[in-house]
């Protein structure tokens, strides 16, 4: 192999390295590392209507970003995680799925303590997601509807497909759960499949 086709060779190989890489802790909206055949998507049932929000289809992006509670040693700092989907016009988002509380030191958790984090199985729901799921959903009025605003004994989470890469998680989820507004009216979200990921920022 002469020395141009390795210059080449490393070249394309630093540039894959780079797309591969995970976005900046500085981003608000990051678009998940997802592979081509499994799009950050929702599908799922509002009191029997269908909804179906696709990546990259209609204005609709990914995102994902943590909320972390930060201690100097030897309390520990504290982590949740969010993905979520957002409109691109105004940034607003639709849905999101917050999963914690994780617990480490320092800055960041290290990248073991991340990805040994989320399991396939199930999880309960709780408030603002400090021991477990809470899921959010804005309607089309800009009506903000929670888990955590209401009981959730008929419901349920369960991660069904977990994956990593480098420190980005991919999953695959399925879901029901009961909707509160601030009101405590109701919706039921019903027969939900969830794909997306979180990122250890």
Not at 121 to 137: F, H, P, Q, T, W
Not at 167 to 184: D, T, V
Not at 189 to 201: K, L
């Amino acid at each position: 192999m002469n020395f141009q086709s390795l210059y080449l060779v490393v070249v394309v190989l630093f540039v894959t390295s780079m797309l591969h890489s995970p976005f900046s802790s500085n981003s608000t909206n990051t678009i998940a590392l997802l592979p081509i055949s499994d799009t950050a998507k929702l599908s799922a049932t509002i009191d029997g209507n269908s909804i179906n929000l696709v990546n990259d289809i209609e204005g609709i992006k990914m995102g994902s970003n943590s909320i972390k509670n930060i201690k100097k040693l030897p309390d520990s700092s504290k982590v949740v995680f969010q993905s979520y989907l957002y409109k691109t016009s105004g940034g607003e988002v639709i849905f999101e799925l917050n999963i914690g509380t994780l617990k480490y030191s320092g800055m960041k958790p290290a990248l073991p303590e991340f990805i040994n984090f989320f399991k396939t199985g199930k999880l309960n729901y709780s408030l603002l997601a400090m021991d477990g799921v809470e899921i959010k959903y804005r309607d089309s009025l800009g009506i903000l509807w929670s888990t955590s605003n209401g009981s959730q004994s008929e419901s349920n989470f369960e991660f069904i497909e977990i994956s990593n890469t480098s420190e980005s998680i991919r999953f695959k989820a399925q879901f029901s759960c009961k909707l509160y507004n601030l009101n405590r009216e109701s919706k039921t979200m019903g027969n939900g499949i969830f794909t997306g990921s979180f990122q250890n920022y």
